[in-house]
């Protein structure tokens, strides 16, 4: 029978692929910084029999495929004792890709890695920077194998979400949302060497969004302010329509001194 350590080693040691991290401006804000998109290209000669994507980061990812979300998994790859154990999800990606032409990517954020942590809101509590690892393997109709994973091709831009942060909140400016077909435009990333070796499997059952909640009340305080009342405790997003023209400021509740946007 196969020990558990030997299963999780033949899983660590599998990765072709290279930490990459994007090249941040000086200055950054703590609690303050931005979201930023990764991604690169990849061509495929012929029709796809299975593909899978693993993915982990330093900090909080979301993966995607020709823009196109991969999984329903949330605040991946989840919070641990970095130090000892980051957790890598796995993801089939077989219906996402096509011949041809294809971007893979992800967004990527502080999270728990170097954003706000416990009581005392501390900062850069496993590090000062975030990094991506990802790596794409392909069953292709013949049955060849290709392999795609992050490395000095990539390419990194900030996002549409200015500033992430788990405590602090989002702020988000829709009006530069970035097209994932642009990426060859964007900034080189910058390879880095994290290893392997404390990377395993995920453990615990996934964060998913499960319910969407219609407000139970709606009250106007003032001119331009509302409480809206969902009727219970959660954590999740506000879905809003209408926004108005560009440049109309939606906020939420200060939260340091700085309100949701």
């Known amino acids: 029978m196969t020990s558990d350590r030997t299963a999780i080693d033949a899983f660590v040691f599998d990765w072709r692929a290279d930490w990459i991290a994007p090249i941040e401006g000086g200055g950054l804000p703590e609690r303050q910084r931005p979201v930023y998109q990764l991604a690169a290209g990849l061509h495929l000669d012929s029709s796809i029999g299975q593909a899978t994507l693993k993915v982990t980061a330093h900090g909080i990812y979301e993966a995607f ?6 999984g329903d998994q949330e605040l991946t790859p989840g919070w641990t004792a970095y130090r000892s154990r980051i957790q890598v999800q796995s993801f089939d990606v077989t219906d996402h890709l096509h011949p041809g032409d294809n971007v893979v990517g992800a967004l990527l954020s502080d999270g728990w890695w170097r954003g706000q942590n416990s ?3 501390r900062v850069d509590d496993y590090g000062t920077t975030t990094a991506l690892l990802a790596q794409l393997d392909v069953t ?5 194998v290709a392999t795609f994973g992050t490395d000095a091709s990539w390419r990194s831009t900030p996002s549409h979400i200015l500033r992430a942060d788990l405590i602090a909140g989002e702020v988000h400016d829709l009006r530069e949302r ?17 290893g392997v070796t404390n990377l395993v499997r995920s453990a615990a ?12 009340s709606v009250r106007q305080l003032a001119t331009d302010v509302w409480i809206v009342d969902v009727g219970q405790n959660t954590s999740g997003w506000v879905r809003l329509a ?14 340091n001194g700085e309100p949701h946007r």
């Open 242 to 255: 209408r926004l108005g023209p560009a440049g109309t400021e939606v906020t939420g509740p200060p939260h």
């Open 205 to 216: 059952p996934p964060v998913r969004r499960i319910e969407d909640l219609r407000p139970v």
């Open 65 to 70: 495929v020709d823009g196109t979300r991969v």
């Open 178 to 194: 970035r097209d994932w077909g642009d990426w060859a435009t964007w900034t080189p990333v910058r390879v880095e060497d994290h």
């Open 119 to 121: 009581v005392a809101r």
């Open 140 to 144: 292709l109709a013949d049955g060849s």
